[in-house]
């Protein structure tokens, strides 16, 4: 679907405050600061941005940053749901409002001191009940104790393992590879402190079977994207990292973080709906990614997606891993800017801003030779994904 | 007690000091106390009544009369009960403390801050029967007191007595080792009263869900079904997710599923619950999942796709959740069922020889088959609820006054979030379950407890034990019987008690 709008737009700036457990400064700042940055890395005026598409969880609104910003006037603003899993959908969105001649420039941003302020990885905890629907599905779960995202991630992590045979060693190649990444990563919180697999597995238990290095870090930090039309992008300062596709996904009884009642809690449909429309609408397969951003939130889930993505058949991303395939000079390098694991969790969004750099050729982690990289979205929630690519 | 504690040398020696009086009166023997009152039956049938004691050895004149004993007999439990200084408010009669070695230890203890009492150990030995018309006298020797130790409950010392009780004749009818700790309130390691558990998380719910909480309520687990094409579904939603009918119902789900999946939460910890946590994803064989703690189990033994039941848990007065546990094994069930079948099972005849005595508990028969007690025998689960009726009803019938047994306000001043249970209740108590089981025929030896977590009022003591060893003495056969009473702030008591089993008069 949408297949004319691929390759139509580009992701033409980027910009980001550093990482940290304590900004001391407050998300507003950060955004402001993100998105001035990724306005200076375009050489594009605020006053030209008439767009700005962000994504739930976010708590600095966009006529905020727009009025901060001096933007004259948006004609084109919205909020996608569902935290994380929306990140490539702010690309798609941005994209296709510009597409559709609603926008011109649009700036999606993630700011938020979810470290230093109230800890994202603390759940639901005091989310105390309501009569809405959304708050009605977290009756399900919370009465038992099911209250954080690693323990709502760990119930499909250990049916996983069951069913493909993949072991806390193979979750823990995940992270060791993504610190590996951040340790030459000047940008990465963890830059110069990598891990071993035996550091991994010694790690304390956050939810079993998840250990605490299974886990992304909280941060604080800010990062912005600024998107526009090929045609523009083509006269700017940096080479277009063109949206060859942008896609959204939910499907098959979807629930939010908790889609445990669907026939195979195994798999992520909403992630292989996504795969299909990517290579529906480049043509592209598996062989044509040389570098990938795979959401990293929890370690369990990123293996299930690079099946979906068919790097691998399904089961058989213990072997993928197993082989090094996502390592430097594997086929398929893999959060090259060391990941939310190792770089920072600004909900995908820096995952991003490492493919535009992998285009561009300027990633710290620079990987030969790249015409396509893929980016994914958060996971067990209804999730994006996006296809960059060079421009020729 | 000490304010200066600029020179820590100084403080140590007045330790010292402080312990060297206390100390003093160790090996002490104090007067002879001689009970007010003959043994008697009316105090006997209050101390019964307040047990629910039903020996009708104790009561019950026509029975006792025709038993060996000839006649009614005290309780061996009550054996400190006698003694017992009862109740003088401006009364002439004044015990004279001077003379008890322990009481001067308190009164010391009490000047240094020391306030707060718990007993902590009793051992009794019962060495003669008692009976109606005896006049019990005990005297008491200071044993121990210990230097100052920290404890769970505060800061204090540990006394020690033995009480040797004996008739008019001078006869020695039994003794009771008993060590209390005299502390310091509000010096506990922990808070003595444990920061009251938050009560889980309330399903957040509305009209389109309540049916399926109410029904939890009732211990009915129930799903959505259609009326239309039959499909179930769950969560529940306001359409069939099948068919899209509008015409939704409720089946019961037999409570019966597999473990599809798993996780055991460690952190961060809510105070709401325990940790580790056990969450499972339940399958129905109704084919539905949900979501559920998984109890009854200890983690590395979780298997997929295992077998399951319902398991209801009444979280307050108002709210019960369902919970999942394994399905116990064939020899267990078979166990536990095993008065409703019985045809054609190989396992019954087995089941006959080993498991009678909890059989015929079961079916209230009041003749325990003494002969074919094996160790390892489990004693029939007793659940006590402790209510303040309960609480300060046995503390009168063992003439104990002390304030902490009956005065909330008293007993916070002393360190404790609420009145509590005595030690000779406890003793009482556990004495009765073991009559209960063993019928009137038996003798007791002796009973030795410990004593942990208070009984407070509002909460509830299982009371469960087991044969640990069966001895010939002589023509009598023992019993070590050793025992616990869990409350829900933990172990209240354990012990050993030790009794004879009737003579085998010959068959």
Redesign the interface.
């Given at each position: 679907m949408n297949s004319n709008f691929s390759s139509k737009t580009a992701i033409v700036g980027i910009g980001a405050t550093e990482f940290s457990k304590d900004s001391g400064r407050t998300p507003m700042e950060l955004a402001v600061e993100a998105c001035e940055a990724a306005l200076v890395d375009a050489g594009v005026d605020a006053s030209d941005v008439n767009g700005i598409v962000t994504f739930s969880s976010e708590q600095n609104f966009e006529i905020e940053v727009a009025r901060n910003l001096r933007i004259p006037a948006l004609s084109h603003f919205s909020m996608i749901p569902h935290g994380g899993g929306a990140a490539c959908g702010t690309i798609g969105q941005a994209g296709s409002a510009i597409f559709s001649g609603s926008a011109d420039y649009v700036l999606c941003y993630r700011a938020f001191n979810e470290r230093s302020w109230h800890r994202f990885g603390s759940g639901v905890q005091d989310r105390h009940g309501g009569a809405e629907a959304f708050d009605v599905t977290f009756g399900w779960t919370s009465p038992f104790g099911l209250l954080t995202p690693a323990s709502w991630v760990a119930m499909f992590a250990t049916r996983y393992m069951h069913l493909s045979g993949a072991t806390s060693e193979d979750f823990g190649r995940v992270a060791v590879t993504d610190r590996k990444f951040a340790a030459t990563n000047p940008a990465a919180f963890f830059y110069e402190r990598p891990i071993t697999l035996e550091d991994h597995q010694e790690s304390r238990w956050i939810v079993e079977p998840l250990h605490l290095l299974d886990c992304c870090q909280e941060s604080d930090g800010g990062q912005a994207i600024l998107v526009t039309s090929l045609e523009r992008a083509r006269d700017l300062r940096n080479p277009p990292a063109i949206i060859s596709s942008a896609a959204q996904g939910s499907t098959d009884d979807q629930q939010a973080m908790r889609s445990y009642y669907r026939d195979d809690i195994t798999r992520i449909p909403e992630m292989k709906f996504c795969a299909d429309q990517l290579w529906k609408n480049t043509g592209l397969g598996p062989s044509d990614i040389q570098v990938a951003n795979i959401y990293d939130h929890f370690t369990p889930l990123f293996l299930p997606q690079l099946e979906e993505f068919g790097f691998c058949e399904k089961g058989e991303a213990k072997e993928f891993l197993r082989d090094g395939n996502i390592e430097m000079g594997g086929s398929l390098p893999t959060n090259t800017n060391g990941g939310q694991l190792g770089e920072a969790y600004i909900h995908g969004m820096n995952g991003i801003a490492e493919a535009v750099r992998q285009i561009r050729g300027t990633s710290v982690n620079q990987v030969e030779n790249v015409e396509n990289a893929l980016v994914t979205a958060g996971t067990s929630v209804p999730t994006s994904a996006l296809i960059l690519s060079q421009d020729y | 007690m000490n304010q200066d504690l600029s020179k820590t040398d100084e403080t140590v020696s007045e330790q010292d000091d402080f312990l060297n009086l206390l100390t003093s009166q160790v090996g002490s023997t104090g007067k002879i106390e001689v009970a007010r009152d003959n043994v008697s039956e009316p105090v006997i049938r209050s101390w019964c009544d307040a047990m629910s004691e039903n020996n009708p050895l104790y009561t019950n004149p026509d029975i006792a009369n025709n038993s060996k004993h000839n006649g009614i007999i005290a309780p061996p439990a009550m054996l400190q009960v006698w003694t017992m200084s009862g109740l003088h408010l401006g009364s002439q009669f004044q015990r004279n403390t001077e003379d008890s070695p322990s009481a001067g230890v308190y009164e010391l203890l009490d000047k240094a801050g020391f306030t707060g009492v718990v007993a902590t150990n009793a051992t009794y030995r019962y060495d003669e029967t008692i009976k109606p018309g005896d006049l019990i006298s005990g005297s008491q020797k200071l044993l121990d007191v210990s230097e100052q130790k920290a404890t769970a409950i505060g800061v204090g010392h540990f006394v020690t007595t033995e009480t040797i009780y004996s008739d008019a004749s001078g006869k020695q009818v039994g003794s009771m080792e008993f060590r209390v700790l005299k502390f310091q309130p509000g010096t506990g390691k922990q808070n003595q009263q444990p920061p009251k558990k938050p009560p889980?998380?309330?399903?957040?719910?509305?009209s389109?869900?309540d049916w399926f909480?109410d029904a939890c309520n009732n211990k009915e687990l129930r799903i959505q079904s259609c009326d239309d094409c039959a499909s179930l579904q769950?969560?529940p939603a306001v359409r069939c997710?099948s068919c899209g009918s509008i015409s939704l119902n409720t089946v019961i789900a037999t409570g019966k599923g597999t473990l599809?999946?798993?996780?055991?939460?460690?952190?961060?910890q809510?105070p709401?619950?325990d940790y580790?946590?056990i969450?499972g994803?339940v399958e129905l064989e109704e084919g539905?999942?949900?979501?559920?703690?998984i109890t009854d189990i200890e983690?590395e033994d979780l298997k997929?796709d295992m077998p399951l039941e319902v398991n209801w848990l009444d979280?307050d007065n108002e709210f019960t959740?369902h919970q999942f546990k394994p399905i116990q094994s064939v020899k267990q069930k078979s166990k536990s069922e095993s008065d409703g079948e019985g045809e054609n099972n190989s396992q019954i005849s087995d089941l006959d020889q080993n498991d009678s005595d909890t059989q015929i508990t079961k079916k209230q028969d009041p003749k325990l088959d003494l002969k074919n007690v094996q160790i390892g025998d489990e004693l029939p689960i007793s659940l006590v609820p402790i209510t303040t009726l309960l609480i300060v009803s046995t503390a009168l019938a063992t003439r104990d006054y002390q304030d902490v047994h009956h005065d909330p306000k008293a007993a916070q001043s002393k360190g404790m979030p609420d009145i509590f249970m005595n030690i000779l209740t406890s003793a009482g108590i556990v004495s009765r379950w073991i009559n209960d089981w063993a019928g009137p025929e038996i003798d007791w030896n002796s009973i030795d407890l410990r004593l942990g977590a208070p009984n407070h009022p509002g909460d509830t003591m299982t009371l469960s034990g087991s044969v640990t060893e069966k001895n010939q003495n002589g023509n009598r056969v023992s019993l070590n019987i050793a025992f616990v009473g869990k409350n829900s702030r933990g172990m209240h008591v354990s012990g050993t008690a030790e009794i004879l089993l009737p003579e085998i008069t010959g068959d």
């Open positions: - | 889980r998380p309330k399903p957040a719910s509305n389109s869900t909480w769950h969560p997710l599809h999946s798993w996780a055991i939460a460690h952190y961060p809510v709401a619950f580790p946590l969450v994803l539905v999942r949900l979501v559920s703690n983690p997929i979280v959740l």
